[in-house]
């Protein structure tokens, strides 16, 4: 689980990079507030082959990583 | 690696490019349809922030851009007030931020505007900028964090909007109050209606294509992802075609280019300062006024900071002078040695905020 709720780019997609480096896991989860985090978050996540789903309540998106 | 380009981003740096052209062609300073921070000191001279005769003006082209991401966050829902992310620091920040820019003489869309009018010496502050991002991403990985922003009231996510809605307000009411430069590049704008319309344009692109100057190399850089490289890419291309077809085009050169100088090391190591202080404020003083259009209070304080930097840029002659053609004889302009003093101190504070704000391995 990342949780970047609160913080500016880049910082969510560096928190997102580092699990991926860390351990490749096939599912991960990423707590942001922005939209546009959301969208970078996403277009990282695509390059390195995982698909996307993200849920919003209360103006935070629960993001879902999956390969 | 290819990645998917968001159309907006080609699109916002295509108009960005159009409309950098046209405000030149509509009455700005050569090679300065748009600069940040050029223009934040236009608007700190003309409000008695500093003194200095030849750039002080109320520009249009803040107000708009800031309104712009205001109006177009508004209609998306994307307007959210927030704030509490190191607002101290963040101000220091835009301060260097905007001293850099100002011994370099324009913030990083100047450097490309001035990149696509043949200015050579402003190659060299792309590469003093593409150090500085280096610089930054370098703590970035090792944890750089300016910690988390929170939720705010409304109040602090209009903060910046209001004040430009005021001071737009002051100016077409009683613009007696400020004083306008009579000569220099203060003196040389576009008419204000055509200078506020084209920037709110220009801001709500920019809100909604997240266009941002060193976002676009950071990205490229560290995550091999090309999207906002492609917005700056777009400005430079539009920009050097709008200088060819109107003929303002005349080879690429580092000679005596329009409100430039040709004192290369300053110009590499003002950049340095810009590209690296950006990347830890997260955006180029541009990004950093769309932000706090929709709403981002730490934003706003940056904005003040850089204000406030250029005040002091030119209170303490901190600023570069052109480079310039008088009775024959040439001079290459460059910056004196206070400005070279404050670049040296600019860059251990840079230092300084950057360790320190290296994460421990817990967030709160």
Redesign the interface.
Known sequence: MV?A???????P??MV?NEVKKGNPNSLTVLV????CV??VK??A??QGYSVTVTEED?EYKMELSK | MSKKINIWVLIAGAVVGIAAVALTALGNPANMGFCIACFLRDIAGATKLHSAAVVQYIRPEIIGLVLGSTIIALATGEFKPRAGSSPAVRFILGAIVMIGALVFLGCPLRMVIRMGGGDLNAFVGLVGFAIGILIGIFFLKRGFSLKRSYTATKVEGFALPFVMVALLALVLIVPTIFVFSESGPGSKHAPVLAALVIALIVGALAQKSRLCMVSGMRDAIMFRDFNLLSGFAAIFVVVLLGNIILGNFSGFSAYLQPIAHASQLWNLLGMVLVGWGSVLLGGCPLRQLILAGEGNGDSAVTVFGMVVGAAVAHNFKLAGSAASLTDGVYSAGGIATSGKIAVVIAAVVLLVISFMNIAKKERN
């Open positions: 949780d709720r609160g913080l500016s780019c880049p910082m997609v560096v990079q507030d922005a939209m546009v969208e970078n277009r990282y695509a390059s103006g």
